[in-house]
């Protein structure tokens, strides 16, 4: 395995719940980052996390709210989400943000909003 | 228009021939490009990193190579396994004016290996 892992693996929600990912990393990095990979869509770049302050946001939706207490966990609060919403969520962290850093993914959340 | 755009979507080759998969990418100037490995159901796993001024690396079966004048990448799998069946991602890094992260993914490319 990576060092990184996600849970729950797989989850099921309505519209209106309220739901919360959880990531956490054993490789004493100190990035973390959250990806949406929708179906036969390219990965995209949701949160940047360094030394738990966060540096990037692309233009996420306010329903999507992530938390990081510290430099091996990480979080994505869900609400009011969209059947549209529905992909894999994969976290991953790399030693610092720099572009030369190896990036190292968990196996991913299946989202499914109904 | 994707900045990165990956060839062919998919393709089945028989188990041991080799293979060839393309990533054209238009981002410029870039930090480094990488390929990633994504078995169904799980997060990528990184095969090559590529600085702009490199233009080969390899790990073990798999190859890659970089024209930075042409703009294209390749990843060559060699002997090729049912193991090796798979989606591979082709990710560019640009080199960004604000000094943030960045990445940018192409689609994928759906390999099949049969035996």
């Known amino acids: 395995e990576t060092g990184v892992t996600q849970t729950p693996r797989h989850l099921v929600m309505g519209m209106t719940n309220k739901k919360s990912l959880k990531c956490e990393q054993h490789l004493g990095h100190n990035a973390m980052y959250w990806y949406k990979q929708s179906a036969k869509k390219p990965l995209e770049l949701m949160f940047v996390y360094n030394f738990k302050e966060q540096t990037e946001n692309n233009s996420v939706p306010s329903r999507f709210s992530p938390e990081c207490p510290n430099s091996s966990h990480l979080f994505l609060h869900l609400h009011t989400l969209q059947p549209e919403d529905s992909a894999l969520y994969l976290c991953?962290?790399?030693?610092?943000?720099?572009?030369?850093?190896?990036?190292?993914f968990g196996p991913g959340t299946r989202l499914t909003v109904t | 228009k994707n900045q990165v755009e990956q060839s062919p979507q998919s393709l089945i080759i028989l188990e041991g021939k080799n293979c060839t998969l393309q990533?054209?990418?238009?981002?410029?100037?870039?930090?480094?490009l990488r390929w990633y490995k994504q078995d169904t159901g799980r997060g990528p796993v990184s095969l090559t990193i590529m600085t702009f001024s490199e233009n080969t690396k390899s790990n073990g079966r798999y190859t890659a190579t970089l024209d930075a004048d042409t703009k294209q990448s390749s990843l060559h799998i060699t002997a090729s396994q049912l193991s090796d069946s798979a989606s591979y991602i082709c990710?560019?890094?640009?080199?960004?004016?604000?000094?943030?992260?960045?990445?940018?993914f192409g689609a994928g490319t759906r390999l099949f290996v049969k035996a």
């Open positions: 991953a962290s790399s030693l610092r943000t720099s572009e030369t850093y190896e990036q190292y």
């Open positions: 990710v560019v890094i640009p080199v960004t004016a604000t000094g943030g992260f960045k990445t940018i």
């Open positions: 990533c054209n990418y238009t981002v410029s100037p870039f930090s480094n």
